[in-house]
């Protein structure tokens, strides 16, 4: 069963910092990953899916890598913003036929200060 | 661009009650899914549906019902309530098998 982990919980950083997210998945057969950010209070918004014969993916100041044999994506946020306060959240797809479920980390709160 | 709508936005429901999540979207996604979240957990399906007319049950299908019968719509039926089912419930969709999935704003519900 495919299990996903995102260290650490909550994160606060200063504004204009570049930083580093963090998720970790058990089974090495994904298919994609998915980068969302949840407001409070709101859906959940896609940012950057990342299929697993790509290694990488950029949007803007977004930047999400993928390493299949590590088991590890990594989302990076260049120059943030208070803007980009949110939980981020990833999600693993599996691997074969029927597997239509996403297995989403509990998120990382990201807090920007001004 | 209205996406994934979900309606009611909250609700409050007697334990034993019943009632209809509705989800609807305009994007012609044949893929259809519906999540529950709770607090510090990651989400959880429910159940999902591959084109109208089919459905099967996710990994926390207990207590849930669904239907599909248009392309459009893709309602989540709670039937006697009960206080596990206090949750957040978001609706989803996506163009493709596993592809990038587009969530609704969530049905705030709880049982008391």
């Known amino acids: 069963k495919q299990e996903v982990t995102q260290i650490p919980a909550a994160l606060s950083v200063p504004e204009g910092e570049n930083l580093v997210l963090n998720c970790s998945f058990t089974?090495?057969?994904?298919?994609?990953l998915q980068w969302f950010r949840q407001d409070p209070g709101k859906g959940l918004t896609s940012l950057l899916l990342i299929q697993s014969s790509q290694r990488e993916q950029t949007s803007g100041r977004l930047n999400a890598s993928l390493d299949k044999s590590s088991g590890r994506s990594t989302l990076y946020i260049a120059a943030s913003q208070p803007g980009d306060s949110a939980t981020y959240l990833c999600?693993?797809?599996?691997?074969?036929?029927?597997?239509?479920?996403?297995?989403f980390g509990k998120g990382t709160k990201l807090s920007v200060i001004p | 661009n209205a996406g994934v709508t979900q309606t009611p936005k909250f609700r409050i429901l007697k334990i034993g009650q019943s009632m209809t999540l509705q989800c609807a979207q305009d994007?012609?996604?044949?893929?259809m899914y519906w999540y529950r979240q709770d607090p510090g957990m990651g989400l959880k399906l429910i159940y999902y549906s591959v084109g109208a007319g089919i459905t099967d049950k996710g990994e926390v299908p207990n207590g849930y019902n669904v239907s599909r019968s248009t392309t459009e719509d893709f309602p989540l039926r709670l039937e006697l309530a009960a206080p596990s089912q206090t949750s957040v419930y978001f609706c989803?969709?996506?163009?493709?098998?596993?592809?990038?999935?587009?969530f609704g704003q969530g049905t705030r519900l709880t049982v008391v």
């Open positions: 994007m012609n996604h044949n893929y």
């Open positions: 989803a969709s996506s163009y493709s098998d596993r592809g990038q999935a587009f």
């Open positions: 089974d090495s057969a994904i298919y994609n």
């Open positions: 999600a693993g797809s599996l691997s074969g036929a029927g597997s239509y479920q996403l297995t």
